[in-house]
């Protein structure tokens, strides 16, 4: 199949990159190599992927519709993975028009692009934000998700509206996922694994908010990628394991939490990392930030009766992966 996965420089979509590529499948990846973090490591990730004949990459801005459009029109795709968005919960508060290019117009080039098309299958990066403050858990697809405390949360929801809408009036399958606090090789510099692990290995304080008195249920990269590949096979027909609504028994549509379905307390994962990498960190404890939330924990109840596959790699597990694989990239 020819599959566009968006976001391909981008920690998640490069995985899921590679994965379609060893399975066979022609992969066109796009990605604009923002500089919202070093440009150099989005470069570093393509270079794992550039020597398949079947991939190719495209430098395009999701926001861009003309250029979207003929991307769309000129490959024809089977499947679409839309991965790319503009990511950060703090990001959001300081730069909030980012977030409007990207993840609000840059979703509505690609299920435009869908829709004129006629994509088989479209699946979609959601997040485990737009729980915002919810009290019960675990998180349920099913839950009112009606207050998010950042921007980046209310475009997410948003964007699980916008594919509600066209999946129902124009019968597109779509499949919405949303990960939780995904961490691993090649990971971001802004979430915690990375930014502690840098700060550790420097000598540096880390700041801990809420004075470690939060958790959150991380996810192994490898976990979040085997998920989004089973999903993507797994195309809906209008009969999604939690419809809620009378018109979803009808719409091709499906929503799923990927988590670890085990919170883990802050503290706990700052000593687990200390321990892979076998340094101790400097604590710097500090007041709950605007737009975080106390606790995530995701029911994945859903996507184990749609797929027959729950993530369970364990922290310690992961961690020491990802901290094998920062002492060898920053060589220290």
Same mark, same amino acid.
């Given at each position: 199949?020819?599959?566009?996965?968006?976001?391909?420089?981008?920690?998640?979509?490069?995985?899921?990159?590679?994965?379609?590529?060893?399975?066979?499948?022609?992969?066109i990846?796009?990605?604009?190599?923002?500089?919202?973090?070093?440009?150099?490591?989005?470069?570093?990730?393509?270079?794992?992927?550039?020597?398949?004949?079947?991939?190719?990459?495209?430098?395009?801005?999701?926001?861009?519709?003309?250029?979207?459009?003929?991307?769309?029109?000129?490959?024809?795709?089977?499947?679409?993975?839309?991965?790319a968005?503009?990511?950060?919960?703090?990001?959001?508060?300081d730069?909030?028009?980012?977030?409007?290019?990207?993840?609000? %117009?840059?979703?509505? %080039?690609?299920?435009?692009?869908?829709?004129?098309?006629?994509?088989?299958?479209l699946?979609?990066?959601?997040?485990?934000?737009v729980?915002?403050?919810?009290?019960?858990?675990?998180?349920?697809?099913?839950?009112r998700?009606?207050? &998010?405390?950042?921007l980046?949360?209310?475009?997410?929801?948003?964007?699980?509206?916008?594919?509600?809408?066209?999946?129902?009036?124009?019968?597109?399958?779509?499949?919405?996922?949303?990960?939780?606090?995904?961490?691993?090789?090649?990971?971001? &510099?802004?979430?915690?694994?990375?930014k502690?692990?840098?700060?550790?290995?420097?000598?540096?304080?880390?700041d801990?908010?809420?004075?470690?008195?939060?958790?959150?249920?991380?996810?192994?990269?490898?976990?979040?990628?085997?998920?989004?590949?089973?999903?993507?096979?797994?195309?809906? %027909?209008?009969?999604?394991?939690?419809?809620?609504?009378?018109?979803?028994?009808? %719409?091709?549509?499906?929503?799923?939490?990927?988590?670890?379905?085990q919170?883990?307390?802050?503290?706990?994962?700052i000593?687990?990392?200390?321990?892979?990498?076998?340094?101790?960190?400097?604590?710097?404890?500090?007041?709950?930030q &605007?737009?975080d939330?106390?606790?995530?924990?995701?029911?994945?109840?859903?996507?184990?009766?749609?797929?027959?596959?729950? &993530?369970n790699t364990?922290?310690?597990?992961?961690?020491?992966?990802?901290?094998?694989?920062?002492?060898?990239?920053?060589?220290?």
């Amino acid at each position: 199949m020819k599959i566009l996965v968006t976001g391909a420089a981008g920690f998640i979509g490069n995985f899921v990159t590679e994965r379609l590529l060893e399975q066979g499948h022609y992969v066109i990846g796009l990605d604009n190599l923002n500089d919202y973090y070093q440009v150099s490591l989005k470069d570093d990730r393509l270079k794992r992927v550039e020597h398949f004949e079947n991939f190719e990459f495209v430098k395009i801005d999701l926001a861009d519709r003309e250029a979207i459009s003929e991307l769309f029109a000129e490959h024809k795709f089977d499947r679409v993975v839309h991965l790319a968005a503009q990511a950060g919960v703090r990001y959001s508060i300081d730069n909030p028009m980012a977030y409007n290019d990207s993840n609000l %117009t840059g979703m509505m %080039t690609i299920l435009e692009g869908c829709r004129q098309n006629n994509v088989e299958h479209l699946v979609y990066a959601s997040s485990s934000s737009v729980y915002g403050m919810n009290k019960e858990v675990p998180f349920s697809e099913t839950d009112r998700v009606d207050h &998010p405390v950042s921007l980046y949360a209310a475009t997410k929801k948003a964007n699980e509206l916008m594919a509600h809408s066209y999946s129902h009036l124009y019968n597109l399958p779509v499949t919405g996922l949303r990960f939780f606090t995904v961490y691993g090789p090649w990971g971001r &510099p802004d979430m915690a694994a990375y930014k502690f692990a840098k700060k550790i290995m420097a000598g540096e304080e880390i700041d801990v908010y809420n004075h470690g008195d939060l958790s959150r249920d991380f996810t192994y990269i490898d976990d979040i990628v085997e998920g989004i590949l089973r999903t993507l096979d797994n195309v809906p %027909t209008g009969a999604s394991g939690n419809a809620k609504y009378d018109n979803e028994a009808v %719409t091709p549509y499906a929503l799923y939490n990927i988590g670890n379905h085990q919170p883990v307390k802050l503290m706990e994962f700052i000593s687990t990392l200390e321990e892979a990498l076998g340094v101790k960190a400097k604590l710097n404890m500090m007041p709950m930030q &605007p737009g975080d939330v106390y606790t995530t924990y995701a029911d994945t109840d859903q996507l184990q009766q749609a797929v027959g596959f729950e &993530p369970n790699t364990t922290l310690k597990q992961g961690l020491t992966e990802f901290a094998n694989w920062f002492r060898d990239y920053h060589n220290v």
